[in-house]
């Protein structure tokens, strides 16, 4: 059995570090100042305890975020769009009345992560800063138009998400930020937004995933604008802006959503791995984006629209 | 897994050959490598530094010359990597062979790899993405110290 253990890495014990668990952002951030080159954050431990567990990192403080109450809220904002604390699990999304009123495709990418526990675990802050290409959230709060907010001990910054994601598994956080919250802007009138995914089994990563949002302009068919965000398809979660060149200022036939979704497979830059070729993933890329235009011009009609 | 590259450089091919050889500055223009030390007439360690996600890996790198031949420019290295800390590490051996024509110089470099322990779980299309990114900037530095 040794070598068995050995070959996957789960034959020592983790490397030991001191667990810090401020109550207030405050708290949190004078801690990431303090220690944050050798320290890590940890959120629902879904992602980074594996990591801890194979030996791969072995930090020397673990700055547990579970205490502070301000990283949980969840709340509509005075303009109709929607605050997410860092901490707001994916069960939440996904059961939130609010997030399946006014933002479902939040919601349908929160409900097709891995499995019940992990969602119940696993927070929408950590997995952005996870910032796993497969990811789901990522692609569904590109196409929303979603913005991260980052703090450090005396400030803040907010970037959109697509610029969250430098390269493969690396945010743009510095080891002394913190991402804080996720704004989402309200719901454009004549909008819809969803998220789809392609898997091969039940509890995958994505193989490929498709978040799309548009607006419709006033004529109620014309293009007036469009996000579409992509992963699965590169060492980063991608926003396809060529395919979206496409789509702005055009009507929305099928047609041009077939244009545009070829456009998104051509602009991608997909792995070629045990799961699919780079081939097959881009063909896939076309076909999701072409289904996720679908679904969400359907719920253009379907009272999402302010 | 098996890597395929190419570059072109405006020099004769004996300038190319001659800066390949020599080892310590070849080195240096490879991202993360540091230590760079003669162990034999054909042989060398060196430490190889990159980083992949959170993840940093310090291969130490025994690295070996061989079958070379000045008539036709061509030759190959052996590279093994270990990472002890975290258990993985890479074997390599680089197959590099240069044609010139009107001064400039192609060399091409074909690579068998394989990536052993825990590292192996990133998988073949995100190991072969950084491979190439880390190609381009050997050849950026190569060029910029040849020409
Ligand atoms: C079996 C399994 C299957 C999965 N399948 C999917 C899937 O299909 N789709 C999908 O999208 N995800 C999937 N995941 C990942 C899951 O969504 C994780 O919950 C998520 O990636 C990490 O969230 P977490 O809260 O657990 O973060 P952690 O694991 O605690 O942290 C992840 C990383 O982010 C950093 N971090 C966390 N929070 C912050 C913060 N606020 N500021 C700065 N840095 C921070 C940590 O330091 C760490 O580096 C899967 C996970 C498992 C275990």
């Known amino acids: 059995m040794a070598e068995v253990d050995d070959a996957f890495g789960f034959d020592e014990p983790i490397q030991p570090a001191a667990y810090l668990g401020p109550t207030s952002l405050d708290d949190a951030l004078a801690l990431l100042a303090e220690h944050g080159d050798e320290a890590k954050v940890l959120a629902g431990g879904q992602s980074l305890l594996v990591f801890l567990r194979q030996g791969l990192l072995a930090p020397s403080h673990l700055i547990g975020l579970r205490g502070i109450a301000e990283l949980r809220r969840l709340e509509a904002t005075p303009d109709g769009g929607l605050t997410v604390g860092a901490m707001v699990t994916q069960h939440t999304l996904e059961t939130s009345p609010l997030v399946q009123a006014r933002f479902p495709a939040l919601a349908d990418a929160a409900a097709v992560i891995a499995s019940p526990p992990v969602r119940r675990q696993g927070t929408l802050g950590g997995n952005l800063c996870h910032a796993d290409p497969t990811g789901d959230p990522p692609a569904a709060l590109i196409a929303l138009g979603a913005d991260v907010e980052i703090a450090r001990a005396g400030g803040s910054r907010r970037l959109p998400v697509e610029d969250l994601f430098r390269d493969y598994m690396d945010p743009a956080i510095e080891a002394d930020e913190l991402l804080v919250a996720i704004h989402v802007p309200p719901p454009a009138p004549r909008s819809g937004v969803a998220y789809l995914k392609y898997r091969l089994r039940g509890v995958d990563t994505a193989l490929v995933g498709v978040g799309f949002g548009a607006t419709l302009a006033e004529d109620g068919a014309t293009c007036a604008d469009v996000r579409i965000g992509l992963v699965g398809a590169g060492t980063t979660p991608l926003r396809a802006t060529e395919a979206e060149a496409v789509l702005r200022g055009a009507p929305l036939t099928d047609e041009r959503l077939a244009a545009a979704a070829r456009a998104a497979a051509h602009e991608c830059a997909p792995l070629s791995d045990t799961e699919a070729s780079e081939w097959y993933r881009r063909e896939m890329v076309e076909v999701f984006v072409r289904r996720a235009a679908q679904v969400a011009l359907r719920r253009i009609d379907g009272g999402n629209a302010a | ?147």
Request: net charge negative.
């Open chain 2, 1 to 147: 897994m098996r890597l395929e590259q190419e570059f072109q450089v405006a020099v004769p091919a004996d300038r190319v050959w001659a800066f390949l050889l020599d080892v310590p500055t070849m080195a240096a223009c490879i991202p993360g490598a540091s230590n760079v030390t003669q162990t034999g007439d054909n042989s060398y360690d060196a430490v190889v530094k990159t980083k992949i996600g959170p993840v940093t890996a310090n291969f130490g790198c025994k690295i070996v010359v061989l079958d070379l031949n000045e008539a036709t420019h061509s030759g190959a290295v052996e590279v093994s990597g270990r990472d002890g800390r975290i258990g993985g590490g890479v074997k390599a051996r680089m197959d590099m062979t240069m044609t010139e024509a009107a001064g400039e110089t192609s060399v091409r470099i074909v690579t068998d790899v394989d990536v052993l322990g825990k590292i192996g779980q990133y998988g073949h299309g995100m190991i072969a993405k950084r491979a190439d990114a880390m190609f381009d900037d050997f050849v950026a530095c190569a060029r910029a110290r040849l020409t």
